[in-house]
């Protein structure tokens, strides 16, 4: 996949991480990846990574407290420069309450709903303008032109659901996946694509140590699913990592 900027939230660590370090070794990297972080100053992985790679920019992104975020769009445009707008800004970062209907409350709903949902709503919409610049260059709805990638889960998948439980979690990113709906109508207009995608079980501190899957592995399978994404065909989906279009 050949782009000229990218944006990554929750890059510090886990899937996020991964990504980053993945459109950095790629033949092509992107001129600009930004690495969003709730704390850069204490993001070693990523300050490391920014010691090899001058592409990559560490930004202050805090799903918490978005009053922030407008600061960190100009320090995005800035690094882009004039008139260069954001190809795909990647939703990845997250939190996961998997209360049962015995534990769930009122708080721990909230919160995966403010970070899950609320936050990534947000993060799109401040970073639009850059998106829409991108967009404005030109081409077809595609990953390459201009794009926004939710990190979704298939246990939000209300069709699929077979198993009950898991009430922030899977409702928050239920949520997520509304948005991705709701964004791909309203962005079709402006030549951006907006879809979700499915990583499956992976070996992160979410994920923990029975699960099934590497990072390093999965963010490959990810981008090369994410570089098919080149028509109006996939916008407004949600996406299993083989591919596999998952009902909402
Ligand atoms: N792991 C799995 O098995 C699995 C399965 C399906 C889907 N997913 C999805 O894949 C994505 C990545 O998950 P992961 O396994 O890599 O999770 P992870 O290892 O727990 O990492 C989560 C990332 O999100 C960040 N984050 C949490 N709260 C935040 C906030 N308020 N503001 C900004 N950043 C925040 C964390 O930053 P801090 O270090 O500052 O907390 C961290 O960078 C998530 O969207 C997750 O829902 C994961």
């Not at 791909?184 to 990583?199: E, G, M, Q, T, Y």
Request: with cysteine; aromatic share 6%.
């Amino acid at each position: 996949m050949e782009v000229n900027s990218v944006l990554v939230t929750g890059a510090n660590r886990g899937l996020g991480l991964e990504f980053v370090k993945q459109f950095l070794s790629l033949p092509n990297s992107p001129k600009h990846v930004f690495a969003g972080c709730r704390n850069p100053d204490k993001a070693e992985a990523l300050q490391d990574l920014q010691k090899i790679h001058k592409n990559l920019t560490v930004i202050l992104i805090d799903l918490n407290d978005t009053s922030k975020l407008q600061e960190t769009v100009k320090v995005v445009q800035g690094k882009l420069g004039e008139g260069q707008g954001l190809n795909i800004l990647l939703n990845n970062a997250a939190v996961a309450s998997g209360d049962n209907l015995e534990k769930v409350n009122q708080e721990s709903m909230i919160d995966n709903f403010r970070i899950n949902a609320v936050g990534p709503l947000m993060v799109s919409k401040a970073f639009l303008p850059l998106l829409r610049s991108a967009a404005s260059h030109g081409g077809s709805l595609s990953v390459t032109n201009a794009a926004i990638i939710n990190i979704s889960t298939g246990v939000a998948s209300i069709t699929e659901n077979d198993t009950g439980g898991g009430y922030p979690y899977r409702t928050s990113k239920a949520a997520l996946n509304m948005i991705t709906k709701n964004l791909s109508v309203d962005l079709k207009k402006d030549n951006i694509l907006v879809a979700a995608v499915h990583p499956g079980w992976l070996k992160t501190d979410m994920g923990g140590t029975r699960a099934t899957m590497e990072t390093d592995e999965m963010a490959k399978k990810l981008l090369d699913l994410m570089a098919t994404f080149q028509s109006e065909d996939y916008t407004g989906k949600l996406y299993h990592f083989s591919g596999r279009v998952m009902p909402f």
